[in-house]
């Protein structure tokens, strides 16, 4: 995979784009006026891997909020504005690291340009945030008035996957939504930005984003919006954002789920280790368990999952629950379990440890997996 080459931009001490990994994203469930609620859910998020988070402000007294919960996190915090200009500019004034705003609902020019001077006097980031849900009418990009989403024609157009040449199509209507703020950044000689282009539709969110990356040079913030609950989402969002960071589009993402946030953030570390995008963190490699497997290996390697969540250190451990693939799988690991009959092998960077009885099969694991941990923080 050869990444795409972007400007980078720092939002609170987090760069993106340039040569910086790819960061993982979330967003507070919370309402963002309860200040304790909301900083609780945040240090939640932020031992869960977390690097930046971003608050719905659905008024001022949100907007105002947000000056006492930035002093009580360590992340940078993104405020979340939509229909009202005056949001963002109070947002600023509590001091966000970055603006979300949407090409959508705030598409008179004067505002979105009041909103970029006061963003360009703090050098505050702004993303553009398209989304295919809140779309300005067809043909009517940028003007103001009120025309019903059930009118706009956005509903009418094709998506990526139902295309006819010389048709157009929700892609090119997205990408010309973002094109169109990106405009008026630009205009105000403002390019601390980044981009997302979001939809349900996989085909469709991915070919915003492949057409985006050749036409500007900022950072694309990835995501399948609405994507649904843990289960279905996960491999939704998994799939859409695969193609594109395999591509080596994206600089940064976020998963977003019907669940708890801790668990967006549980899959977007998965999907970046999956690609070899992310090297910190524990990587389990598991086996599904059959017949043939003498000790229940779905709840040891649920348990070890769980363990590792707050490991930093970049090992791979493998359990597993027979001889066929289990002794190559936990040789190749930098921690292996092979499980057997009421014992288990132990190895360690491909040697074997030791045998061990069922009954201390965790705990032996568990100790071998630190050892490794402190062998590779000195090294």
């Given at each position: ?44 998020l932020e031992e869960a891997g977390c690097q930046i988070v971003r608050c719905a402000v659905p008024d001022m007294e949100a907007a105002e909020a ?169 491999i939704r969002t998994s799939i859409g954002l695969g193609i594109l960071l395999f591509e080596g589009i994206g600089d940064t993402i976020r998963v ?57 250190t970049p090992v791979k451990v493998a359990v597993m629950g027979c001889e066929v693939n289990g002794p190559g799988e936990a040789k190749d690991a ?46």
């Amino acid at each position: 995979m050869k990444r795409r080459i972007t400007k980078s931009i720092n939002v609170g001490g987090v760069k993106i784009g340039g040569d910086a990994p790819i960061s993982v994203q979330s967003m507070t469930k919370t309402d963002t006026r309860d200040v304790k609620a909301t900083v609780s859910q945040i240090k939640g998020l932020e031992e869960a891997g977390c690097q930046i988070v971003r608050c719905a402000v659905p008024d001022m007294e949100a907007a105002e909020a947000l000056a006492e919960i930035k002093k009580q996190v360590k992340i940078p915090i993104v405020a979340d504005i939509h229909f009202h200009h005056q949001l963002a500019l109070k947002s600023l004034e509590s001091g966000v690291d970055c603006l979300r705003l949407n090409p959508g609902n705030i598409r008179d020019r004067t505002k979105v340009e009041e909103i970029v001077k006061a963003s360009k006097d703090r050098a505050v980031p702004i993303r553009i945030g398209v989304n295919f849900g809140s779309l300005p009418p067809v043909g009517k990009i940028g003007l103001t008035g009120g025309i019903s989403r059930h009118t706009d024609g956005v509903n009418e157009l094709p998506k990526a996957g139902d295309v006819e040449v010389g048709q157009f199509t929700i892609v090119d209507h997205m990408v010309e939504t973002g094109l169109w703020e990106i405009g008026i950044l630009e205009d105000l000689d403002f390019d601390l930005i980044k981009i997302s282009l979001k939809a349900f539709d996989i085909d469709t969110t991915v070919e915003a984003y492949r057409r985006m990356a050749k036409l500007v040079p900022y950072p694309l913030h990835l995501g399948i919006t609405e994507a649904g609950t843990a289960k279905g989402g996960s491999i939704r969002t998994s799939i859409g954002l695969g193609i594109l960071l395999f591509e080596g589009i994206g600089d940064t993402i976020r998963v977003s789920l019907s669940d708890e946030p801790n668990e967006e953030i549980i899959t977007g570390l998965e999907i970046l280790k999956s690609l070899g995008l992310r090297k910190e963190g524990a990587t389990l490699v598991a086996c599904p368990s059959c017949g043939r497997a003498d000790v229940d290996i779905r709840k040891l390697a649920n348990t070890v999952e769980d363990l590792l969540r707050k490991t930093k250190t970049p090992v791979k451990v493998a359990v597993m629950g027979c001889e066929v693939n289990g002794p190559g799988e936990a040789k190749d690991a930098d921690v292996g379990i092979a499980a057997g009959v009421g014992r288990a092998i132990i190895f360690r960077k491909g040697k074997k440890s030791k045998i061990v009885q069922e009954e201390d099969m965790l705990k032996a694991l568990m100790e071998e997996i630190s050892e490794v941990e402190k062998e590779l923080i000195k090294t």
